[in-house]
């Protein structure tokens, strides 16, 4: 997952701002200088809005939806989006290019009194959690 918070598209569909890239890899072994070999061509998953900064944070959730296959799940952080009151989008993992989908599927909007301090700085935090076991 790559993110491109500041990327701007306008097209036949509109206008957009920030995108994250999803790249799966080739699973083929590659000789040096086969570096085109490594990735497939990546999945772009549009921001809502122009100034959203769609993808400016991107943390992995492990399999919060339960899936059999164990396909970890991210969320993707729009700092700007819905009027500057950020969002929060959830997407499920998939095997390959062809099953992820690019809808989320689930948007959570901060609230006004999420904002801790003026210049907005507590939406830019976007971080997952790792439960780790030791051994007694």
């Known amino acids: 997952l790559v993110g491109a918070p500041f990327e701007y598209v306008e097209d036949d569909e509109g206008s957009f701002g920030g ?4 790249y799966f890899s080739s699973g ?8 085109s070999k490594v990735f497939l061509k990546p999945i772009k998953i549009r921001g809502p809005g ?10 992995h959730l492990g399999n919060v939806d339960g899936d ?20 929060v989008y959830i997407y499920h993992g998939a095997k390959s290019p062809d099953v992820i989908k690019t809808e989320p599927v689930q948007v959570r909007t901060f609230l006004l009194s ?23």
Do not use: W
């Open 28 to 35: 083929e072994k590659r000789k040096r200088h086969e570096n």
């Open 19 to 22: 995108a994250v890239y999803i």
């Open 50 to 59: 122009v100034y959203s900064q769609f993808g400016l944070s991107i943390a």
């Open 114 to 136: 999420l904002n801790f301090d003026t210049n907005g700085g507590f939406k830019f935090a976007c971080c997952s959690c790792i439960m780790i076991k030791s051994r007694s």
């Open 68 to 87: 059999s296959h164990k396909y970890n799940d991210f969320a993707v952080g729009a700092p700007y989006s819905n009027d500057g009151k950020g969002e």
